[in-house]
């Protein structure tokens, strides 16, 4: 199981950029490999278009103005315009189509963590904040965008400009050209340096923001109950810590960010005045003409330009590299229920159910869950499962859906282990429904069809009432269109179980499940709810969980389970007439109701 961790708490990350992660950002670029190429290109020519600039100059200056030769004057301006032409025609299609590849290689990014998000089990979400999660979707995707936007390929074009700018640089005058690198160690010595703070602070910031997104879902969540006990107070107070140390690790990081840009500034500055005084002095056995001097500063922006981006990018990869991290990080949490690779389509089942000596265990080495439950069902018996809070009722359930393995025995359907086949043909002739009913944002009909997606109309209807969903929906502003806010908040609680009900319902499983299922619905509406459940339930094996005990009294089978085991077995007259668990929870509230009552 993953490592706990709340808004509170940092999440660890590494120390080093690391390069797998870089290289893994390349397999998402290879669809695009021919855009990219044809960008490359495109970049690779600005590139030279802006090299050739400055040596056109030095032509101007030596060759032409000297001799008065206005014709080739005219022949250098009119080239000239040509070029600044294509370079602005070009940087329009490099911008579009950077823009275009970045934005196409996050939406995949996006693409494959939601749709990996949605396979892992059910202990990655219990250990960690939906905030963290989120974050990891959303902010620290977007933060990819400018690096793969535009980073990428003009780096590539930077490179080049560098590499050929230098080879220029030594033809002309292979002295200056030297002169011109005499700061270039020290550029190094200071981008080596200001990364390892860089990436540091950027580990900080991203824990910061992961804890202040974390804390914001919590408190949006748990709304109410803050404005029940009237805690609007202390809730601020904590938001503010949050955002505060948010605030102060972002401007720690601006802080070091901008230390590498001036001082990349100062270098290129110094290295253009000590051309100018070389060049002038006549140093170092350096014999330049005008030309060749002012050819040489142009150059020397060219040199040092790219080499400024260069620096500005690796800035930005250290920044990317710890959401980079996080990204991954998700992408390779490893589910923990997958299909075996002999796995097969688990044909239309009868409903025979059979725990074989099962044992479970949250960890490898933890305690037993659940400990040599033996429960046999036959096709078409209705199960309920009774005991006290903890004692394993609904990690039975659980593992009859496969959203967690047994650790010993076996949990079969019709004589299939569960483990053995494909969980889209398992949980396809499954119902499931619990005591917190999730409600999508949309109309009620929507959310009843989201159990079958081609069922009509008529069949959403016909499901509404077998479950008395129908009245209610009816009276609602717009019936069955009636737009329901996100997780149905403008429903009642019982209102929002009868949708779910009829939810299940629809979609005609072979094997229901019901877990406290009409925990919140009134009596009245519950007389009516098992009415209408009633001829639905023939034919069904079906497993319910339920404290109101009258909800159970009709079951074939009632199983009391305590401490991970099944310590009592009947029906609910043999249960009484044994006078054990079952009939002491029975009398007990019996007991409470009489006292309620007065």
Not at 137 to 143: E, I, L
Not at 284 to 310: C, E, H, K
């Amino acid at each position: 199981m993953a490592q706990r961790n709340t808004y509170r708490e940092d999440e660890e990350l590494e120390e080093q950029i690391n390069l797998r992660d870089l290289r893994r950002v390349a397999v998402y670029l290879k669809p695009y490999r021919k855009r990219i190429t044809a960008i490359v290109a495109v970049v690779v020519s600005m590139s030279c278009i802006a090299v050739s600039v400055p040596y056109l100059t030095k032509i101007v200056i030596d060759d032409v103005l000297p001799h008065k030769n206005y014709a080739l004057l005219g022949w250098i301006a009119l080239i000239m315009l040509v070029l600044i032409m294509l370079y602005e025609v070009a940087l329009r299609y490099r911008t579009y189509e950077i823009t275009r590849v970045g934005q196409l290689v996050l939406k995949d990014m996006r693409r494959d963590l939601f749709t990996h998000i949605q396979t892992l089990p059910f202990s990655y979400f219990d250990s960690r904040p939906h905030g963290k999660i989120l974050i990891r979707v959303v902010n620290y995707v977007n933060t990819l965008s400018d690096t793969l936007s535009s980073g990428l390929i003009n780096v590539i074009s930077d490179v080049f400009t560098f590499v050929i700018t230098l080879v220029i640089m030594f033809a002309i005058d292979w002295r200056l050209a030297l002169w011109s690198l005499v700061l270039f160690p020290l550029l190094i010595v200071v981008v080596r340096v200001l990364q390892h703070f860089q990436r540091k602070a950027y580990q900080r910031l991203s824990n910061k923001q992961s804890n202040l997104n974390a804390y914001i879902h919590e408190s949006i969540a748990g709304v109410k109950t803050t404005q029940t006990f009237a805690r609007e107070r202390e809730q601020f107070a904590t938001f503010q810590e949050q955002q505060g140390q948010v605030r102060s690790a972002w401007m720690r990081a601006v802080h070091l960010q901008f230390l590498l840009w001036p001082s990349m500034e100062i270098i290129s500055v110094s290295t253009m005045a000590l051309l100018y005084y070389v060049g002038i002095m006549n140093i170092g056995g350096v014999a330049a003409t005008t030309g060749t001097l002012i050819a040489f500063i142009g150059y020397a922006n060219n040199f040092w330009n790219p080499v400024i981006n260069i620096g500005n990018f690796y800035n930005q990869l250290i920044t990317c590299s710890a959401y980079l991290e996080r990204i991954f990080e998700t992408l390779d949490v490893r589910p923990e229920i997958t299909d075996a690779p002999d796995a097969v389509e688990l044909p239309p089942v009868r409903g025979q159910v059979d725990f074989n000596d099962v044992v479970f265990r949250y960890e490898p080495d933890g305690r037993a869950i659940l400990n040599l439950v033996d429960l046999h069902v036959r096709p078409g018996q209705m199960v309920a499962l009774v005991g006290p809070t903890g004692a394993g009722k609904t990690t039975i359930i659980n593992l009859l859906s496969r959203f967690y393995d047994v650790a010993e025995g076996s949990v079969t359907i019709d004589g299939h282990d569960v483990r053995s086949v494909t969980l889209e043909s398992l949980r396809r002739q499954m119902g499931v429904m619990l005591q917190d009913t999730f409600i999508f944002s949309g109309t009620i009909r929507d959310n009843i069809r989201y159990g079958k997606l081609s069922a009509t109309d008529e069949q959403i209807e016909r499901a509404a009432k077998a479950v008395h969903a129908h009245e209610f929906i009816m009276q609602l502003s717009n019936g069955y269109d009636t737009v329901v806010e996100e997780r149905g908040s403008t429903l009642s609680m019982g209102q929002r179980q009868l949708i779910a009900f009829a939810r299940v319902l629809l979609a005609d499983p072979r094997i229901l499940i019901l877990d406290e299922a009409t925990s919140n619905i009134d009596t009245q509406t519950e007389e009516a709810l098992q009415a209408g459940l009633a001829h639905l339930l023939v034919g069904r094996t079906s497993f319910i969980i339920a404290h109101r005990l009258s909800t159970i009294e009709d079951a074939d089978m009632i199983c009391y389970v305590d401490h991970g085991q099944i310590v009592e077995q009947g029906t609910h007259s043999e249960l009484m007439a044994k006078r054990g668990a079952y009939w002491r929870l029975v009398e007990a509230q019996y007991a409470m109701i009489a006292d309620a009552l007065g």
